[in-house]
């Protein structure tokens, strides 16, 4: 603040930042922010409409197209997909919204510890969680099944759960789409002033009523947004159905598309598969953007009053019971069986003395030779991508929310794009796109570089968007005013107050990265395995234990990396302030 | 002339060597000159520091290979691959689609693979000593690959939950609906083995046997390595196909599983081993594929790896049945090499995935 302040006093200083002592090379770095945007996501999304429009000879076809209604080893796939999907949307808001509710609007007890279990079902990458589930509930090895049958004295093959399903897939699903929900929702209710439920409360309602009659209706442009996005991520999944579906003999629009591309790849179908699930993501957000509005969701006024928190009384207990067996699903029973696994020589063990063993650890850590390359791999891309991306998000967020340029909509809208392109797809695409001149990319990191940025802007962009909207343009006006070019106020003035939203789109994507499986597992080559690469792989040779392993340090990595960028960040932040 | 050596002689070949195979004999050494293993070959592949190995082989031992090359050649650094044969097929496909030369040494347990490939040049010729010396039937007449190690694809059962005489004796037997839902298998778009087995099991018993396998609602994983495993922790009791080797590791680990050699024939599995035309470290691959080849390592392959050698020098363990006194199907990779994608969507419509 006193730095602006200084800046905006007369006459301060004008030599130093005389406008014609410099270039102002902004235009020219929003040219090229454009230009790569619009190359990053057009490319691959031209290449794949080629491809699912000609045949080998380059004449125009529908052939392809056509294969998706009247041949039924595709159509069934997408049946599917859209079942589990719209179950998923439906599951996760009907659990996400309540624990919102609890979390955000009443005063039961561990609110906290829920919030944070939360955050860890979603850095927990959904094809760890199948996994896991695997080891919990495949019908007959599955521990949950062991347990039931041993507690009702069954005999073996009688089970409970059987993961190998299409309900199964909707499940675990789930487990990891929900905090998706949660999280808008419980932003809605923590932003959402107190006014009208007092109002109601002065009228004489009941809580009951208030919650029923008020808060939920205000809570449901959010409740709806993450539905969608519940339904999409589940859409576009990949890693889960494949551990899941393919023992279960059947496929999903996600596994069809990457078994089109096994040997004899039929890279033609492949494209066209991707197309109706590219249509329906865009066409779902476009529905989204005309029922919420262009002000998107959440934003539903100004602060009054702070939210009154409901008393639960003697529900309290209850309702704290209900969170905790909730979040036993994606969190504790999850982590339970993959440190079991771990430590286990097999999954059919008991713990117990004799069976607990270094062996796993062992040999994920000193004897399997991908270990260490692939986590250098994993590494350098997350940094990398996420660098890259936060600046990316940064730049072109500054001149979209300051409408810097004529073209701010179109660079927008390419930078929201990739939101409406599932990872999968866009594995496709870029594989299609770079893997013949001018450019060739793969086999190496960058095609995966460039895979993780498209999938990540979009995240990091509306971060960064929001941040940039909260701070008044008047400090900048300032600094312009004093002589300061675009690109010294947006370092000096804009990069300090916004390093909070900067530090979380950075964290955001480094997450991202970190778990990221539907398009590395298109683009990899042996010297550019990522760890998820390497755990699918492990799991289609059923080495649960490696895995287990493998699973935790990613989740040990991941925590302490992004641990080390908030200090970090936070300390830079601190540092920038007085000065 | 020249139409016959290019075409027709892998077919011939192929079928040499099976008829081989199946009656025992040598047809003499058609062989080129075998390469010893040289000092100047250890130190040429020394310089070149490293080996990329993609191999089929389960990952432990895998690794395990792996270990016993960096302790035989200190100094050169081996990159072991794991992944299915099919995978690492399409592998080698999108990498050389894209001029991306990056395996030095390739195994693979669909013998077709190597027809493909000599077909489009990509192997180099490399005849180890000991594949000169002992395997003249089982190797390339070009000296292009040689038959690292084999398996059998045959029934399994945990015996926590089935008794010896309860067990299925053939796969006729599988089709019993009491075995419904009780069963797993691995996949042939991912397996080499499993593909070689299905090509085999298809041409003994017809797709009509699949098909009606289908119907038993069998659990379907990926790798031959893995139904031996949700074998041993009870997740179905029965396996339908799947690799022996694993089975022999988990079964002498102490695990419940026993082994059923099916009374129609036991899908017998070769997996050759080749050094690639394209070679980023040519000397190391050689230096490699030599070593795969030696007594010691074949030695291993069974040992620790339950595999079947066809080195005459190595010893079966006490406990497994020898090759000889097991009734196998025949394997025939010039007949399938033109037929994987039928063989795939056969399995497809049968199996729905």
Redesign the interface.
Known sequence: MSSAEALAAPGAAPARFGPSSRVDLSGLVLIACGLFLAALVGLPLAWLAWYALTDKDGALTFANIARLVTDETLAAPLKVSLIVATSVGLISAAVAAPIAWLVARTNMPGRNLVRVLITASFVTPPFLGAIAWEILAAPNSGLLNHWYRWLHGLPPFVHLFDIYTVTGLIFVDSCYAFPFVFVLVANALDRMPGDMEDASAILGARPWRTAWRITLPLALPAILAGMLVAFLRSLTLFGTPAILALPGNFHTITTKIWSLFQYPPNPGLAAAASIPLLLLTILLLQVQSRVLGRRGYTVIGGKASPPRLLHLKLWRWPALALCMLVLCLPIVLPYFALLKAAVTTTIAEPISADTLTLKHVRFVLFEFSPTRLAFQNTVILAVATATAGTALALVVAYATARKLVTGHRALDFLATAPIAVPGIVLGVGLFLAYTRGPVVLYGTLWILFLAYLTIELPAAYQQLQSAFQSVHPELEEAARLSGAGRMRTLRDILAPLLKSGVLAAWCFIFIGVMRELSAAVMLFTAQTKVISVVIYDLNESGDLGAISVLGIALLAVTFAIVYVAQKVGGGLARTARPA | MKQFRTELRPALAGIIAIVALAVGVTPGSALPEASPVTPALVEAARKEGKV?F?TAV???VA?KV??AFRAKYPGIE???????S??L???V???Y????H??DVINTSDAAHYILWKRQGLLAPHVPEDVAKHFGDNADPDGLYATWRATLSPLAYNT??IKPGEAPKSFADLLDPKWK??MVKA?P??SGTILTATAQISRELGWDYLRKLGQQ???????S??PP??L??????IMADGNEYNLFTLKEAG?PVEIVYPAEGTPFIPSPSAVMAKAPNPNAARLLQSFLFSAEMQQLLVDAGGLRSLHPATKEPAGRKPLKEIKLMRDDPAAVVDK??EIKANY?KA???
């Open positions: 990329v993609y389960d990952v432990e690794e792996g270990a081996i990159q072991v691959e794991r992944s299915g099919e995978r097929f399409q592998r496909t999108q990498e689609g894209s001029s991306i990056n395996v926590k939950f839902g009780l996949h778009g991912y609602r069998v659990m379907q994983v990926q790798s390595t893995e495993k949700k041993a922790v009870g997740e179905r009791p695990n994987v994608e497809a199996f729905g995935t």
